[in-house]
């Protein structure tokens, strides 16, 4: 078959999965003391400059493929990857970025645009001397990575597009209802609260939501033979309770190839410990991290 098609979906066995996923692949207990913030700063790439961190094991972290993080929209690092970062940095590098206008990353004059915004991740990469890395996005991050893979498809080794879709009939029509109606006053406060912590300016803050909520509004669809293009080995990951409908997640794995599927119990962003969901400390982050290493180490 062109398409293989893989639906791993996890839920009774969650718990049990997830007591493994939380402990590296050499037996040792993870702890933030294995892992290093290697390098952070900002590079001038396409008229901004775009904030990174690069973190990695605390030993030996020269050698793999780096992984790079693309946060969700109206978001920053810690408010999509930090319960995750840890996890994955313990075996590889990882280039965690923020996108135009957001936390510490400049804005530029004009809209922004999942396509430019992945222009500036492959300029980064070009920056930082990285030719090729793994490119995991959530929600909004997840477009911008798959931007990265069709505009920049040398630059991705394995992708991974979580939480997002590509077509407008991948959301309920309630999601873009809200969207309609998106308004500062009614954006999440923990959204404000981690924005205004790395940066206190609360014009720009203003300012990212407004650019942000117009690209969801202004939400075009990504044509299929542009999604079939895509040449990495993908993994579509969502929540069973995911804003994304399943019924998408399914297509899209049908329509990519060398594409899996990984469906866990949640809702967007709850699997991966996003900072403004309401989920308590559990063993869902782990769990996620373990499954996407399995997907990016294997064949």
Not at 30 to 42: F, K
Request: charged content about 20%; some cysteine.
């Amino acid at each position: 078959m062109r398409h293989r098609f893989r639906l791993l979906l996890l839920a009774g066995c969650a718990l049990a999965l997830g007591a493994c996923a939380a402990v590296p692949a050499d037996g040792e207990p993870v702890s933030p003391t294995t892992t290093r913030l290697i390098d952070r700063g900002h590079a001038p790439v396409n008229g901004i400059r775009m904030y990174y961190e690069l973190h990695g094991p605390a030993q030996d972290a020269a050698d793999g493929v780096p992984l790079v993080l693309l946060h969700g929209g109206g978001s920053t690092i810690d408010v999509s990857f930090s319960q995750v970062l840890p996890l994955f940095a313990q075996h590889r590098r990882v280039l965690a970025v923020e996108e135009q206008g957001h936390g510490r990353t400049t804005q530029r004059d004009g809209p922004v645009r999942f396509e430019t915004s992945a222009d500036d991740v492959a300029a980064l990469l070009a920056h930082l001397h990285i030719g090729q890395a793994d490119v995991f996005g959530f929600s909004n991050g997840a477009s911008v990575a798959l931007q990265v893979a069709i505009r920049h498809p040398a630059r991705v080794r394995k992708l991974v597009f979580a939480s997002s879709m590509t077509r407008r009939g991948g959301a309920p029509p309630e999601f873009w209802a809200y969207m309609a109606q998106a308004d500062f006053s009614n954006m999440p406060q923990p959204l404000k609260d981690a924005f205004l912590r790395v940066n206190p300016d609360e014009q720009a803050l203003r300012e990212m939501h407004d650019k942000d909520a117009a690209r969801m509004r202004d939400f075009r669809d990504v044509p299929d033979a542009l999604v079939r293009s895509v040449g990495a080995p993908t993994l579509i990951v969502l929540g069973d309770r995911d804003i994304v409908t399943l019924e998408h997640a399914v297509e899209l794995t049908r329509m990519m190839d060398n594409a899996r599927l990984l469906v866990l119990p949640g809702g967007h962003g709850d699997w991966l410990g996003e900072a403004v969901m309401p989920q308590g400390p559990g063993p869902m982050p782990a769990l996620t991290a373990g499954l996407i290493e399995a997907f990016l180490d294997g064949d």
